[in-house]
Structure formats: C-alpha cells, structure tokens
C-alpha cells in the first residue's frame, strides 16, 4: 500500500534530476554551441569590451574601473545575502532542535525530524556555494581592475586575452554563485512538502532555458557585432604595424 512518506523518495529525485539533467545539457551547449546560450555570447561581448577599454585605456580607464566596481557590488550583495541566511539558518536548526515541534498537518509527505535536518541541511549547502563563488567572483573582479588599466599598445593582443579570461572568470563564478541561489528554492519549497518542491524544480527548469538560450535574431545581431569589431581591430593592428 502507498505510504506518505513514500512520496519524497520518488518526486525529490526526480525534481533534482530533472534540472541537474538541463544544466548537463547547459554546459554540453555552452562547449559545443555556444552560440545557442547566452553565456557564450555575454563571454565574447566581455571580451570585445576588454579590447576596446585596452585599446586606450588612459581614456577609458574610469570607465573601465567604475563598470568592474558596479560588478563588485553585485557580488558583494549575492555573498552578504548568503552568508546572512547561512547565519539564520544555522540559528533556526539549532532552535528546532532544542525544542520539540510537530509539523504541519497540511504537509503531505514524510515529516520525520531526521528528513527536516536533511532539508536545512542542503539549503544550508546552497547557501555557502553561493557565498564562496561570490567571492571569488569579487576575487577575480579586484584583479581585472588593476590589469585594465595597464598601458599596453594595441598590437599586444596577448595581455588583452590575458584580462578578458580573468574578466570571464568572474562573470563565470557569479554565475555559479546565481545558480546556486536558483536551486535553494526548491529545497526551500521542500519544507512544505515533496509535491512544491517538484513543482518548482519543472517551473524553474522551463524559467532557466528560456533566460539560457537566445533567439535566431539574438544571434545573427551578435555575430554580426562581432564580425565588425574584428574586422576594426584587425585594420588597427596592421596600421599600428605598417606604423612602425
């Protein structure tokens, strides 16, 4: 006969499945097409932008430096954020468990004191993943601010390379750090039950391919963006060349 209990060893696998499942698929498209996500594209926008702020960068120092701090912010705001619920919630499970509390009669599924400290648990885990990859986010940030505002010649493609994978590597660590966040909703919802939790884990998966992905129209406007730019930097450099 089905029990209650039952129903969060069949819906919470099946939840967290479900979107470790697309973000396999994320990163399989992110390697192989990148330019069916967004990631890829925001990747190669940084690195444009790096090249042009390089490209004089006693003109576009300010710029460069003032755009990188609003970025630093973010990231503080993600890990002051994370590590303050880590703070609430390690205070809520000690409380629980120096007094007896029953749960909810309107959760459906198992409601034993062992699966509670297992949900806390993990949202708790969420929680400091975002905390760690917001900081070395802000890590990642602090070091491009200085590198940007290197003086460099525009012929000297490798130092601009240099700063734009370092530039990517941060965005790449607040994606991690976001992504983290996105997946303590669910394990959030648990709490009210096994049935929210897999429910938000569909929504949220549908929510993420759409903000993931980019449209024909998305496309052809970068790659066209981008073939300019090339093309505009490449006349530089052989200028610079012929120049000297």
């Known amino acids: 006969m089905w029990k209650e209990e039952s129903l969060d060893l069949v819906l919470v696998p099946a939840g967290l499945a479900g979107m470790v499942a697309y973000h396999v698929w994320l990163g399989y498209a992110i390697i ?16 444009l932008w790096v090249f042009a702020m390089m490209d004089d960068p006693m003109k576009n120092g300010v710029l460069a430096v003032q755009t ?37 009669p309107i959760i459906y ?6 699966l509670a400290t297992i949900k806390n648990f993990s949202i708790l885990i969420c929680f400091l993943m975002a905390f760690l990859c917001n900081v070395q986010s802000i890590r990642y940030y602090a070091h491009v601010s200085f590198l940007v505002t290197v003086p460099v010649s525009i012929g ?15 965005l790449y660590f607040w994606f991690l750090g976001l992504r983290a966040f996105y997946f303590s909703f669910p394990l959030f919802l648990w709490n009210f039950g ?11 998966s549908s929510i993420l391919y759409f903000l993931d992905t980019t449209t024909s129209f998305t496309r052809r406007l970068h790659s ?15 200028s610079v060349v012929h120049a000297l």
């Not at 990231?75 to 120096?98: D, K, P, Q, Y």
């Not at 599924?109 to 062992?114: A, D, V």
């Not at 066209?224 to 052989?238: C, K, P, V």
């Open 109 to 114: 599924g198992n409601k034993t004191p062992l």
């Open 32 to 47: 192989h097409r990148p330019k069916l996500t967004a990631i890829s594209l925001n990747a190669e926008s940084r690195r």
């Open 224 to 238: 066209q963006s981008f073939r300019e730019t090339a093309e505009s930097m490449d006349g530089e450099i052989e």
């Open 156 to 170: 000297k493609k490798e130092h601009c390379e240099y700063v734009s994978r370092n530039l990517n590597r941060a």
């Open 68 to 104: 990188i701090r609003n970025n630093i912010m973010a990231s503080t705001l993600l890990a002051t954020t994370a590590i303050t619920l880590c703070s609430i919630i390690g205070i809520f499970v000690s409380n629980s468990s120096a007094s007896e509390s029953t749960a909810s």
């Open 194 to 204: 096994p049935i929210p939790m897999f429910v938000c884990c569909c929504m949220m």
